[in-house]
T-cell receptor, first 114, second 115 residues
Framework: AQSVTQLGSHVSVSEGALVLLRCNYS??????LFWYVQYPNQGLQLLLK??????LVKGINGFEAEFKKSETSFHLTKPSAHMSDAAEYFC????????????FGTGTRLLVSP | NAGVTQTPKFRVLKTGQSMTLLCAQD?????MYWYRQDPGMGLRLIHY???????AKGEVPDGYNVSRLKKQNFLLGLESAAPSQTSVYFC??????????????FGPGTRLTVT
């Protein structure tokens, strides 16, 4: 079975500071990994994904994540936080043999202060 | 393109009442999914469908039924609502694995309260 652990239900940063949101996964098969963002009262929007190939993936809004197989991690980073980045972020894993069902982490709420 | 739409946006039910949530997508996606989102628990898969006329159980299917009579629509039914079904429900859709595009596209959600 697959699972995702997101460390920290809330992360607070100052505007302009580095954003680091942690995600570790468990999967018995090579995983497909995703980061989604959810703004208040909205659905989820894909930030970035890793399926195969380059382990450093770049997404929208200046975010990137690195797949590290040895650490079973897929941490999300952004060099400089903006106020508009305040949202909830979900890491998810999908197996590459099934019907692309996603298993989500419990989410991390990013708070950005001026 | 409207993408993925959900009807209704909000609903309040009394225990024991029934209702149907409608999801529609206009992207010709093969796969469709229903998730529920609860505080501190992320999103959990209720049911999914890999094509017209097919459905399958996800992680938390009890108390729900689904149907996919048309490719573009995926209905989620609650036959006898319970307070434990108070949640935000999200529908999503995606292309099949053959496409090589593994992104799921999400609707805006339905906030359901069962009293």
């Amino acid at each position: 079975a697959q699972s995702v652990t997101q460390l920290g239900s809330h992360v607070s940063v100052s505007e302009g500071a580095l954003v680091l949101l942690r995600c570790n996964y468990s999967s018995s098969v090579p995983p497909y990994l995703f980061w989604y963002v959810q703004y208040p009262n909205q659905g989820l929007q894909l930030l970035l994904k890793y399926t195969t190939g380059a382990t450093l993936v770049k997404g929208i809004n200046g975010f990137e994540a690195e797949f590290k197989k040895s650490e079973t991690s897929f941490h999300l980073t952004k060099p400089s936080a903006h106020m508009s980045d305040a949202a909830e972020y979900f890491c998810a894993v999908s197996d590459n043999t099934g019907f692309q069902k996603l298993v989500f982490g419990t989410g991390t709420r990013l708070l950005v202060s001026p | 393109n409207a993408g993925v739409t959900q009807t209704p946006k909000f609903r309040v039910l009394k225990t024991g009442q029934s209702m149907t949530l409608l999801c529609a997508q206009d992207m010709n996606h093969e796969y469709m999914y229903w998730y529920r989102q609860d505080p501190g628990m992320g999103l959990r898969l209720i049911h999914y469908s890999v094509g017209e006329g097919t459905t399958a159980k996800g992680e938390v299917p009890d108390g729900y039924n689904v149907s996919r009579l048309k490719k573009q629509n995926f209905l989620l039914g609650l036959e006898s609502a319970a307070p434990s079904q108070t949640s935000v429900y999200f529908c999503a859709s995606s292309y099949s694995r053959r496409s090589g595009n593994y992104e799921q596209y999400f609707g805006p959600g339905t906030r359901l309260t069962v009293t």
